[in-house]
């Protein structure tokens, strides 16, 4: 197996280095035990594959276009994960969805799809865009939408295309944010979630001497409200996570969580 090395948290390997998260995928599988079958989906040209293998997990490609998929030599399959997934329950050691959630309309169906396939004790790994970084937040303040350099979400830009069986493909229209996707992931049964990112946002860290502070203050009192009614630890993970840096000025958010043993 190759070596996997560990998540960096050094602010300037974390400004500096490319914006994609395959090493960071990598390493957080590599802390996942037991091994066994990856599901990768949707593993679009399979950029995914070599780090699953590196992690120590058999990777099963799946994805609306399972012809690009095989493109690593991963076993392909058709999967949309608007629909239920074609799999036997408790048949994965692990699940990526890797820049997917956030193409699908059937968020909480999808989850309990990833929970039924997933044996007990079985890790799910989601990373998708980050919209608590402080430059996402001043854009959604400025333009009622995540990014400044494209059109809002419409019906004539965000429908990118269709599989041969007609599914559509949607894109970036259905962007969840840390605190919506952590209470699916908590709703649906999954447990001991970890947050982490794979690249920081320049302009978040420029907009840190003014936004942090406000931000800080306003979730901090927000909170306090759950903390008063008995939930302390809830509100004390929470604030770990929406107040790290890696939330505040990553570009992506990799969540991981786990299907508790029986």
């Given at each position: 197996?190759?070596?996997?090395?560990?998540?960096?948290g050094r602010p300037?390997?974390?400004?500096?280095?490319?914006?994609?998260?395959?090493?960071?995928?990598?390493?957080?599988?590599?802390?996942?035990?037991?091994?066994?079958?990856?599901?990768?989906?949707?593993?679009?040209?399979?950029?995914?594959?070599?780090?699953?293998?590196?992690?120590?997990f058999e990777p099963?490609?799946?994805?609306?276009?399972?012809?690009?998929?095989?493109?690593?030599?991963?076993?392909?399959?058709?999967?949309?994960?608007?629909?239920?997934?074609?799999?036997?329950?408790?048949?994965?050691?692990?699940?990526?969805?890797?820049?997917?959630?956030?193409?699908?309309?059937?968020?909480?169906?999808?989850?309990?799809?990833?929970?039924?396939?997933?044996?007990?004790?079985?890790?799910?790994?989601?990373?998708?865009?980050?919209?608590?970084?402080?430059?996402?937040?001043?854009?959604?303040?400025?333009?009622?939408?995540?990014?400044?350099?494209?059109?809002?979400?419409?019906?004539?830009?965000?429908?990118?295309?269709?599989?041969?069986e007609g599914r559509?493909?949607?894109?970036?229209?259905?962007?969840?944010?840390?605190?919506?996707?952590?209470?699916?992931?908590?709703?649906?049964?999954?447990?001991?979630?970890?947050?982490?990112?794979?690249?920081?946002?320049?302009?978040?860290?420029?907009?840190?001497?003014?936004?942090?502070?406000?931000?800080?203050?306003?979730?901090?009192?927000?909170?306090?409200?759950?903390?008063?009614?008995?939930?302390?630890?809830?509100?004390?993970?929470?604030?770990?996570?929406?107040?790290?840096?890696?939330?505040?000025?990553?570009?992506?958010?990799?969540?991981?969580?786990?299907?508790?043993?029986?």
């Amino acid at each position: 197996m190759a070596r996997v090395s560990p998540l960096s948290g050094r602010p300037l390997r974390r400004l500096f280095r490319s914006g994609h998260a395959y090493d960071d995928i990598a390493a957080l599988l590599a802390t996942v035990e037991p091994k066994g079958l990856c599901l990768d989906l949707p593993a679009g040209k399979g950029v995914n594959t070599e780090g699953i293998r590196a992690a120590g997990f058999e990777p099963v490609a799946a994805d609306i276009f399972p012809r690009e998929a095989a493109a690593k030599g991963s076993p392909a399959v058709l999967a949309d994960f608007n629909e239920p997934l074609p799999f036997a329950d408790e048949t994965f050691a692990a699940v990526l969805c890797s820049e997917g959630i956030e193409h699908c309309h059937r968020q909480m169906d999808l989850l309990r799809e990833f929970w039924r396939i997933l044996r007990p004790g079985g890790a799910l790994l989601i990373t998708t865009p980050n919209i608590l970084n402080l430059r996402a937040r001043l854009a959604w303040l400025l333009a009622g939408h995540r990014y400044f350099k494209s059109e809002p979400v419409n019906e004539a830009t965000y429908v990118r295309g269709f599989s041969d069986e007609g599914r559509p493909y949607f894109g970036h229209v259905f962007l969840v944010p840390y605190n919506v996707l952590r209470f699916m992931v908590r709703v649906v049964g999954f447990e001991r979630v970890r947050v982490a990112t794979a690249k920081y946002s320049a302009s978040s860290l420029l907009l840190a001497p003014v936004l942090w502070l406000p931000v800080w203050a306003t979730t901090r009192r927000l909170l306090g409200k759950l903390r008063r009614a008995g939930h302390g630890d809830l509100a004390a993970e929470i604030a770990r996570h929406v107040l790290s840096p890696d939330l505040l000025f990553g570009k992506k958010l990799l969540l991981l969580a786990r299907k508790p043993t029986r």
